[in-house]
Every structure is written in structure tokens, then in C-alpha cells.
């Protein structure tokens, strides 16, 4: 009694029942919430801020995670006409984002991901690292300023499990500008070191195949493609250790090498494990594909190095968004018409040979090119960067609302106007919808009141009022729509405002009605008022 009486206003104010249950108790009940909502519960007292914060926390929470598909479109100019880099993120229900990701900016190239964490490639002498979920970024600067024929592709991002630490990873041009393109060193920055390191390649790589190919980062490691002088006999797939950082070149399987020349070969991950997807072409159509899908899955062990075979799977012509097209049972792909759908694997578990499910349509992403799109893996984390604001390379830009760009200015205004134009609908929606109501309201106190035949009459314009044609009505977000949802919203604007038509129509049409009902009662009125006179005569 004395304990409680002697606590103090703030100790009794910051105690709930929640922290009344036990430590263990209280994990799983944080550990099952989704980040926003930790990211709210954090301003709530000093005690869940450090908890919520606490690294520990974050890595537990990051093991119970959703695995979600974020969608990169790197800028593009199509038809003259300037195309920002924006994303698309599905969550685990396959609901779409319709907000840009705040922390992409319109010029940035997606790298990679890793634990809630983007890199992104900028075109000035940074690297950009930022948490998905928090909006937090830091800025690490380039192996090189002024690298001649670099490109975002050469960077790479991931997390060894060894020692703990995350690492990004660039191969560096041995040639720069020229025509040919090899590397012979990796140069790796392990975050809170100072400096880049080089470290050696056994003999000089294609660039170009880790361009076709594309990167994957598993299990800290990362594998890529080589494909030799281009014979389809010297395909194989090279990793590099990111603990070790060693070269280890692997073979692979005779089976999964074709006799046709028109052959692409992909790099992925399903399940946590390094694959590649292999099918014929179509020639007149590089990287679309014409024959059967196959998968197989690299069983890494310490021992040594087994493929298996894991799919056949038997599709329509569509594209492959690489590096990560398969997202839990689903598999994405792209038709030719910049469409994107989802489909799932049919046919027994230990059957290889499979078939699609229906396809499901997942979003229209023209006008972008279907071949640049990429597809990956992500998850929203608590992940903190801040602990690496010290290291002298790394900084925190000053934050700044909008992209200031002047060759942005155009899309700006475009967003600005569209915005505008929504606001302002919006607003007169709420109005129209307002008076059509009174209007109802009104007409319908005075149906009672009238003969049989014009009750029938006021149920009709009743009925136009209060179920005509409309949208709901929904205020535009206050963040910026990515470019699906902004090309979505003008769609809808002319049909809003046709809708608006009908509803103004409807009330003009009830006013005359109303008109007319007073003018036929006061003539009524006027009848009867005569016939009295006449009848008292």
C-alpha cells in the first residue's frame, strides 16, 4: 500500500494493463503486430519505445515477418515524355500499395533488398540505404566517384548470417566505356567499416552476364550467371561467400542445359534457396518465353553441392520480372501488353511437372517497359540504421518533401493538377449529395399529402436521388500516389464527373417536380376555395 501510494503522477500514468502481464507475454503480443502499429505503440510510453527499439526486438520480430513482392520501375522516357522510378508493393494478402514508397526518389535504381532494407543506386556519388517501413535512410558513398560504365545492376546488397553484419557488394568495370565488359575484383563495404575492399577474382567475369542473368543474395552469399564465351556448355553459376569472400564456381546439372541456341537462363530464389529457371524463346522476341519452364534448386551444404529438379512448368508466352518471380505459391509473370499476373501451381506436391492455375491480374503497368521491371523480395522490418551514423563515409541528408528536380517540374505539376481536379470534385460531390438529400427529404413529406396518382410521381424522383448513379465518396490520400494509382484516378475523373451530370440532372428535374406539385396544390386550393363561395351563395 505505502509501494503504491509513494509512485509518482508519470509512473501511474504510464502503467496499463498490457504491462502488468508477463515479459514473455508481452513479446508475443508485440511480435505479432505489424511494423506501423509498432512504430505507433512506440510514442505511447519510455518503456515500449525501448522495448519496440530494443535490436534484439527487431531481429526477433524480423524472423515473423510476411515475405511481401515489391515491384521496381526504373524511370524511363517513353514517347518524349519523362517516367519517374516509382514501386508497387503487394502485401501477403496480395493487396496493392497505393502510395509511392516514400524513401525512392524519382532518379534512384533498386539494387537489392535485405531485411526491410533497400539499396538504391543514385546517380550522384552515394549509395542510398533505407528502411522500408521506419523512412530512414543513410547515404554511403560510392568504391569511386566518377566511375566510367557503372551501373546499378553491378551493385549488390545482402546480410551474412556469419558475422551478422550487412554488406554491399560491386563489381567493378575492368574496362569502363568499352565494348567489353569483364570484371576481375568485387569490391565489398561491410557497414560500420571506413573504407571499400577489394577482393580478387580468380580470372576476369562477365558483366554481361550478370546484366542477362541478374543477382540473388542467399543465405550470405551471392550467385549470378556466367554463360562463357555465350555456349550454352560453359553455363554454370558463380557465388561469392560474403563471410569468406571467396569464388566458388558450380556447375550445372547436364539436364538442365538445352540444344537450342535460343535458350535464356535465370538466377533466383524460392524458399530460401538459389535456382535457376531456364526455357526457349521466342526469336523475333528476346526473353519471352515459348517452351517449358524448368526449375532447379541448389542444395547447398557443407558436404558439397546438389542440384534437384524442382518444376516443369507448362505457361503461356509471358515474360519473367527477374530476380524473384516467385513469391510463396504464386508465380508472376508479364505479358507483352504491360499487364502483370499472379498464378498459382497446379498438380500433385511430389509431382515436378506442373501446370497454372487461372491467372489472376494483378495491376496494368503501362506505359513502362515490360523488360525493365524487377521484381523482389521484401519485408517491413524495425531494422535501426542509426548505429552507423557515426562511421565518417555515412551521413543522413537533410529530409526534404517533394523532388525539387527541374526536370521534374512537369510531373509535378501534372500530380499537382490531377490532385487539384480531385480535390475539387470531391468537394462538390459532398454538396450535390447534401442537397439531393433535402431535396428527397423534402419531396418525401409532401407525398403523403397527395392524390394517389402523384405519389407515384414523387416515389420515381425519390428514387433517382437517393440510388442514382455515384462513386464513393473518398478524399484523395494526402501522400503522393505511385503512378498506377495516379493513372487510376484520372481514369476515374471523367466517370465521377459524369456521375455528378446525373445527380445534377436528378435534382433539376425534382425542383421542377416540386414546382409543379405547389403550383397544382394552390390551383387545388383556389378550386375549392371558389366552390365554397358558390355552394355559401
Not at 577482393?199 to 550470405?220: F, M, Q, T
Not at 526536370?407 to 509535378?412: I, T
Not at 460531390?429 to 413529406?445: D, G
Request: glycine share 4%; hydrophobic share 35%.
Amino acid at each position: 500500500m505505502v509501494f503504491e501510494k509513494s509512485k509518482s503522477k508519470k509512473q501511474k500514468k504510464e502503467e496499463c494493463i498490457i504491462n502488468c502481464l508477463p515479459g514473455d507475454a508481452i513479446e508475443q503480443i508485440f511480435l505479432k503486430l505489424p511494423v506501423s502499429t509498432l512504430l505507433t505503440c512506440t510514442g505511447v510510453c519510455k518503456k515500449w519505445y525501448d522495448y519496440i527499439r530494443d535490436p534484439l526486438f527487431a531481429a526477433a520480430h524480423l524472423k515473423h515477418a510476411p515475405r511481401c513482392a515489391l515491384l521496381f520501375f526504373p524511370q524511363e522516357s517513353i514517347a518524349k515524355k519523362l517516367y519517374p522510378s516509382d514501386a508497387i508493393i503487394f502485401d501477403e494478402t496480395w493487396s496493392q500499395s497505393t502510395c509511392t514508397v516514400p524513401v525512392i526518389g524519382p532518379n534512384d535504381f533498386l539494387c537489392g533488398t535485405c531485411n526491410g532494407l533497400v539499396c538504391l543506386y543514385t546517380k550522384t556519388s552515394t549509395i542510398k540505404i533505407a528502411n522500408l517501413a521506419t523512412g530512414d535512410y543513410l547515404h554511403l558513398e560510392k568504391p569511386a566517384k566518377n566511375l566510367k560504365g557503372d551501373h546499378f545492376s553491378y551493385y549488390t546488397f545482402g546480410f551474412d548470417p556469419v558475422t551478422e553484419e550487412y554488406k554491399v557488394t560491386h563489381f567493378l568495370n575492368d574496362h569502363g566505356n568499352s565494348s567489353r565488359q569483364t570484371f576481375s575484383v568485387i569490391q565489398v563495404y561491410t557497414f560500420g567499416s571506413e573504407n571499400w575492399k577489394d577482393v580478387h577474382a580468380p580470372e576476369a567475369l562477365g558483366l554481361g552476364d550478370v546484366k542477362r542473368s541478374g543477382v540473388v543474395n542467399v543465405s550470405g552469399a551471392v550467385y549470378w550467371l556466367t554463360e562463357g564465351n555465350g555456349s550454352n556448355s560453359e553455363i554454370a553459376v558463380m557465388s561469392f561467400d560474403l563471410s569468406k569472400e571467396t569464388f566458388t564456381l558450380i556447375q550445372v546439372p547436364e539436364a538442365a542445359i538445352g540444344d537450342s541456341s535460343h535458350r535464356c537462363y535465370w538466377i533466383t530464389e524460392i524458399d530460401g534457396k538459389a535456382c535457376i529457371a531456364t526455357a526457349e524463346v521466342y526469336r523475333n522476341v528476346p526473353r519471352m518465353l515459348s517452351g517449358e519452364l524448368q526449375i532447379w534448386t541448389l542444395d547447398n551444404n557443407n558436404v558439397e553441392k546438389r542440384w534437384s529438379h524442382k518444376y516443369s512448368i507448362q505457361h503461356a508466352p509471358n515474360f519473367l520480372p527477374g530476380p524473384h518471380f516467385f513469391h510463396g505459391d504464386k508465380i508472376i509473370m508479364q505479358s507483352r501488353n504491360c499487364n502483370l499476373y499472379s498464378y498459382e501451381l497446379l498438380g500433385k506436391n511430389l509431382e515436378v511437372t506442373k501446370k497454372l492455375s487461372s491467372r489472376v491480374g494483378l495491376l496494368d503497368f503501362s506505359p513502362y517497359k515490360p523488360q525493365n521491371m524487377q521484381s523482389f523480395i521484401c519485408v517491413k522490418s524495425l531494422v535501426r540504421l542509426d548505429a552507423y551514423e557515426k562511421v565518417s563515409i555515412m551521413h543522413r541528408p537533410k529530409r526534404r518533401d517533394g523532388w525539387e528536380l527541374k526536370k521534374w517540374e512537369v510531373w509535378e505539376r501534372e500530380l499537382s493538377s490531377t490532385k487539384d481536379l480531385f480535390s475539387t470534385i470531391h468537394k462538390t460531390e459532398l454538396v450535390i449529395s447534401e442537397l439531393a438529400h433535402l431535396v428527397a427529404m423534402k419531396i418525401n413529406r409532401m407525398q403523403h399529402q397527395l392524390p394517389d396518382e402523384m405519389q407515384c410521381w414523387c416515389a420515381e424522383i425519390i428514387q433517382k436521388l437517393q440510388h442514382g448513379p455515384h462513386t464513393p465518396l473518398q478524399p484523395m490520400s494526402s501522400r503522393r500516389l505511385n503512378w498506377v494509382e495516379h493513372k487510376r484516378t484520372l481514369e476515374q475523373l471523367p466517370i465521377r464527373v459524369e456521375n455528378l451530370r446525373h445527380k445534377t440532372k436528378a435534382i433539376a428535374q425534382a425542383r421542377e417536380k416540386i414546382f409543379s406539385l405547389l403550383d397544382t396544390c394552390m390551383l387545388d386550393q383556389c378550386a375549392s376555395g371558389s366552390n365554397a363561395d358558390i355552394s355559401a351563395q
